[in-house]
């Protein structure tokens, strides 16, 4: 049963991050795109059809909800639980403790949420100190317990 676990929660990981990976080029294109409208091609309706083609994708593909459904179908009380021991947390903060259950790196998360590692850091911290856990205690152990 462990072993299991231990393979959906993998599984769970690799899935995010293709799907990050998947989302890195269009997120390329554009801010490229959005570059390219401020220059010459300013009147360019092209342009414009393919920024709102790329919008509307992201809009309609959002990989959040699908990680949340993932996650809650191998990890159905892991919020219940966690929302016992705090009640503080912030949402961004929840999803950062998800993450980290399931094994990710801060760099990982980092480019999950578009955000700086020293920022997924001070999040550890705060939710360290909203959990009410000592230094001594390995958040990931004491998260994977829940």
């Not at 993998?10 to 995010?16: D, G, N």
């Not at 799907?19 to 409208?37: A, F, G, T």
């Not at 959002?62 to 639980?81: G, I, M, P, R, T």
Request: glycine share 2%; hydrophobic share 35%.
């Amino acid at each position: 049963l462990k072993a299991h676990l231990e393979h959906r929660e993998r599984e769970i990981t690799v899935k995010s991050l293709i799907m990050l990976e998947k989302r890195s080029p269009l997120k390329y294109i554009h801010h490229k795109l959005i570059k390219m409208k401020t220059g010459k091609a300013r009147n360019d309706h092209r342009i414009d059809a393919c920024i709102q083609m790329i919008e509307d994708y992201f809009e309609h593909n959002d990989w959040k909800n699908e990680f949340e459904k993932w996650f809650s179908a191998v990890h159905n009380k892991f919020y219940k639980n966690l929302t016992r021991h705090s009640l503080d947390l912030t949402p961004q903060e929840t999803k950062i403790c998800a993450f980290i259950k399931i094994g990710m790196r801060n760099k990982e998360i980092s480019r999950l949420l578009h955000i700086d590692e020293p920022t997924v850091e001070a999040h550890r911290i705060h939710i360290r100190k909203k959990l009410q856990i000592d230094r001594k205690t390995n958040l990931s152990v004491y998260l994977s317990n829940l």
